[in-house]
T-cell receptor, first 115, second 116 residues
Framework: AQSVTQLGSHVSVSEGALVLLRCNYS??????LFWYVQYPNQGLQLLLK??????LVKGINGFEAEFKKSETSFHLTKPSAHMSDAAEYFC?????????????FGQGTTLQVKP | DGGITQSPKYLFRKEGQNVTLSCEQN?????MYWYRQDPGQGLRLIYY???????QKGDIAEGYSVSREKKESFPLTVTSAQKNPTAFYLC???????????????FGPGTRLTVL
């Protein structure tokens, strides 16, 4: 069965510091991987996704993530945090050979950015 | 302006009442999904539909019902059988039923349901 683990339910960084949000997955076949961001009382917005090809994926708002098959990881990074990055972030996995778009979500990581 | 709309944004219900949450999309997407979000638990799939007049149970379907009579609409009914319905409900849609690389889910703004 597929699963997603996000290490750290809360991460706090200073403005301008590196952001690193960790995501590990389990899947018996090549997965499709996603990062979404959620601001308070809003829906989820797609940040970036990995399906095939280049393992370093760039997304919106300066975020990027690298698919590492050997480590079963898809960590999200941003070189310099901005106050507006404070939100909840969700990693999700979809079975690469599934004929549906069903996603399995991690439990989320709340990012706090301190001035 | 294309997107997914959910209404109402906030909903209050008395115990024992059924309530229906609306989800509409004008993206011409075939697939639609309903998720429930509780603090610290991520998103859990309630129901999904890959095509009109067809839908499947997700991981937590008990106490919920759906219909898919039109491509653009996928309403969710929270019945009185749902033991703990207070939560944030999110609707999503995706373009295809093939599950291919382009089949990405996009989300509506959500409905917060509170049972009094």
């Amino acid at each position: 069965a597929q699963s997603v683990t996000q290490l750290g339910s809360h991460v706090s960084v200073s403005e301008g510091a590196l952001v690193l949000l960790r995501c590990n997955y389990s899947s018996s076949v090549p997965p499709y991987l996603f990062w979404y961001v959620q601001y308070p009382n809003q829906g989820l917005q797609l940040l970036l996704k990995y399906t095939t090809g280049a393992t370093l994926v760039k997304g919106i708002n300066g975020f990027e993530a690298e698919f590492k098959k050997s480590e079963t990881s898809f960590h999200l990074t941003k070189p310099s945090a901005h106050m507006s990055d404070a939100a909840e972030y969700f990693c999700a996995v979809r079975h690469g050979s599934s004929n549906t778009g069903k996603l399995i979500f991690g439990q989320g990581t709340t990012l706090q950015v301190k001035p | 302006d294309g997107g997914i709309t959910q209404s109402p944004k906030y909903l209050f219900r008395k115990e024992g009442q059924n309530v229906t949450l609306s989800c509409e999309q004008n993206l011409n997407h075939d697939a639609m999904y309903w998720y429930r979000q509780d603090p610290g638990q991520g998103l859990r799939l309630i129901y999904y539909s890959q095509i009109v007049n067809d839908f499947q149970k997700g991981d937590i379907a008990e106490g919920y019902s759906v219909s898919r009579e039109k491509k653009e609409s996928f309403p969710l009914t929270v019945t009185s059988a749902q033991k703990n319905p207070t939560a944030f409900y999110l609707c999503a849609s995706s373009s295809g039923t093939s599950g291919g690389p382009g089949d990405t889910q996009y989300f509506g703004p959500g409905t917060r349901l509170t049972v009094l």
